[in-house]
C-alpha cells in the first residue's frame, strides 16, 4: 500500500471528527471505532512515508570503444 501526506492529514482531521469515517486517496473508506485505532494508523503512515526510497538519479553508462 502507497500513502501520501494527503492520507496522513486525513487522518489528522479524522482526530477530531466525531464520526471517525476516513476516505483515503486511492478510495478506500475505513471507519475507525477509537482515537487509538487513528493513532495507530498515523504511525503506520508515517512510517510508510518516512522510508519512501528517494529518486535516483540515472548516470549514463560510458564505456570505451574498442
Known amino acids: ?9 486525513t487522518l489528522r482531521r ?3 471528527d466525531p464520526t471517525k ?13 477509537t482515537v487509538a485505532e487513528i493513532q495507530s494508523a498515523m504511525r503506520t503512515v508515517e512510517a510508510a512515508l518516512a522510508v519512501r526510497p528517494r529518486p535516483t538519479h540515472v548516470h ?3 564505456q570505451r570503444r574498442a
Do not use: E, H, I
Open 60 to 62: 549514463p553508462d560510458f
Open 14 to 16: 479524522a482526530l477530531v
Open 21 to 33: 469515517s476516513v476516505t483515503f486517496s486511492d478510495g478506500r473508506q475505513v471507519t475507525y471505532r
Open 1 to 9: 500500500m502507497s500513502y501520501t501526506s494527503d492520507d496522513l492529514a
